[in-house]
Every structure is written in structure tokens, then in C-alpha cells.
């Protein structure tokens, strides 16, 4: 059986993930995680999965969590110091232990990387927490002239394809995958089509402010 050992199991996109990898025959999955806890019943319960606990910087647990698997996958998703720091502490125990295939940032000489680009996660950019949609007012609010292209892909579809690299030992390298490119007026144009509703458009501005709001922020 395939082992992979996936770091950060109980965030949104690791538990999908979870469930995607599940669903393929002769696999078998460990879960890196601060509180395993946390996990959902419906991935806890799998004879297919063991569940390790540990921090993301905690050399004592990340080496012997790494070792003797043939697949480590980071599903880590925060502030710089978890997506860079310590997604290396994982990259660097692989590389001691000698794993295989490592789904992540780069590639060592010992390892073969695999690097999966698909865009944006269009759950979150549509949430609430971005403020592109307004529910409240069915309003989408965008920068630039609204003819630029959003390429994007749901976090289902991403663990898809995900799930399907991480199970083909021959996929290597830069794999590129995408849900779908639409501008933002032509994601109107599609809620009208679905719903019978088309929603409001609001113009925040254009691409030069958004860049001096951005710089502003940063100061």
C-alpha cells in the first residue's frame, strides 16, 4: 500500500483532502496534527488513517512523524512563518529521512517535488471574509475595469486533482490545474443565468488604487 502522511489534517482544505485520498484503494494516510482531537469523525473513524500528534516546529515529532512513508503532503494555510519556516522543517525531515515524494514548495536533491498550482480558492474569495459578494445586497464588488481574468478552483475540485497526483508515483514537478477563468463580470453573467438574478456591480476602483491601498497598508 501507498503511505502518505499529510501535515495539517485538520485544517479546511487537509480535510477534504483526507476524504479525497480515503476514497482510492491500497492507500493508507497519516494525519500531523497539534490537536488530533479535531479531527472529523468521518476521517477518524477510517482503519486507513493514523493520527500523529505535533507542533510545526517540534523536531522531536516531525522527524519520526516523516519517516518511512512514501508521500509527505503540507496542507498547512496561515501567516508567512507556517507557509514558509515551517513547511522547510517538514521539507528538511523528508529530505534526512530520505521520503520519496514530497507535495510542497521546492525540490531537494534526495526528493522529488511536486509543485500544484489552481489559482484561487474561489470558497474564500467569495465568502464573506473577502467582501467580493454582498449578500445582503446582491452586489459583487471588484477593482480594475472588471474585464480582468480570476482563475480559481473550489476547494472540492483542488483536493480532486490533488488526491490524484499525490496517488501517481510517476507525477513530478510543476502540475497546473484550474476550476475555471472568468472575469468578474462574467461571474455575474452566470449567477443571472442560474438564479434569475443579476447581481449589482460595484466599482471599488482601479488597479493603480488598489496598489496604493496595498502599499498603504504595508507601511
Known amino acids: 500500500a501507498l503511505t502518505i502522511w499529510l501535515a495539517g ?11 479525497k485520498l480515503l476514497e482510492k484503494p491500497n492507500l493508507v494516510l497519516g494525519g500531523y496534527a497539534r490537536d488530533p482531537s479535531k479531527v472529523p469523525t468521518a476521517l477518524a473513524g477510517s482503519p486507513r488513517l493514523q493520527l500523529f500528534k505535533g507542533e510545526a ?18 496542507a ?4 508567512d512563518d507556517l507557509m514558509v519556516d515551517r513547511q522547510k522543517k517538514l521539507s528538511d525531515a523528508r529530505d534526512e529521512t530520505g521520503v520519496p515524494r514530497y507535495a ?4 531537494k536533491s534526495t526528493v522529488k517535488g511536486i509543485h500544484i498550482l489552481i489559482g484561487g480558492f474561489m470558497d474564500p474569495v467569495l465568502s464573506p471574509f473577502f467582501q467580493v459578494w454582498d449578500p ?23 483536493a480532486e486533482f490533488t488526491a490524484v497526483i499525490i496517488a501517481d508515483t510517476s507525477a513530478v514537478g510543476i502540475k497546473k ?13 452566470t449567477f443571472d443565468m442560474v438564479y434569475g438574478l443579476m447581481p449589482k456591480m460595484e466599482r471599488l476602483g482601479s ?4 496598489k496604493a491601498r496595498m502599499r498603504a497598508k504595508q507601511a
Open 104 to 107: 510542497h514548495l521546492e525540490t
Open 76 to 79: 498547512y494555510l496561515g501567516a
Open 136 to 158: 445582503k445586497n446582491r452586489t459583487l464588488r471588484y477593482w480594475g475595469e472588471g474585464t480582468e481574468p480570476w482563475e480559481g478552483t473550489s476547494y472540492a475540485n483542488a
Open 57 to 74: 516546529f517540534d523536531d522531536a515529532t516531525i522527524k519520526p512523524f516523516v519517516s518511512g512513508c512514501d508521500v509527505v503532503v503540507c
Open 177 to 189: 490545474y484550474l476550476g475555471d477563468r472568468k472575469t468578474i463580470r462574467q461571474i455575474a453573467s
Open 9 to 19: 489534517i485538520t485544517g479546511k482544505f487537509g480535510r477534504i483532502l483526507s476524504l
Open 207 to 210: 488597479l493603480d488604487n488598489l
